[in-house]
């Protein structure tokens, strides 16, 4: 039974940063693709970054390019979000996801490919 346990969100000014995390049970990021997702209510998820550490290959969408960086920690097996800075825009519940059941790489932004998320963590830029 694959859990996952987001952490690291809050509330910032415009500019700041955040670092989220993600910890898995029941399995390893490491062979499984990857995805850091967004929503804010009233909107469809949306995927903002994605990897496949046992390639090392990341994607990241085009409104957090430059911002973002998603990266996994091979010994810790830690997913993590680096969120530099942030915009009132970027304010959303964020998930970590797996379970892809799409094409990859065609497909890794698409948040409806991912079958598996967390109960998420807040991040509020004000």
């Known amino acids: 039974h694959v859990q996952l346990v987001e952490s690291g969100g809050g509330s910032v000014q415009a500019g700041g940063t955040l670092r989220l995390s993600c910890v898995a049970s029941g399995t390893s990021f490491t062979w499984r693709y990857v995805a850091w997702l967004r929503q804010t209510p009233g909107k469809e998820r949306e995927a903002v970054a994605a990897i496949y550490p046992g390639g090392g290959t990341t994607f990241t969408a085009d409104s957090v390019k430059g911002r973002f960086t998603i990266s996994h920690d091979d010994k810790k097996d830690i997913l993590y979000l680096q969120m530099n800075s942030l915009k009132p825009e970027d304010t959303a519940k964020y998930y970590c996801?797996?379970?892809?059941?799409?094409?990859?790489?065609?497909?890794?932004?698409?948040?409806?490919?991912?079958?598996?998320w967390g109960r998420g963590t807040q991040v509020t830029v004000s």
């Open positions: 996801a797996t379970g892809f059941t799409g094409q990859w790489p065609l497909h890794a932004l698409e948040a409806n490919k991912y079958t598996y």
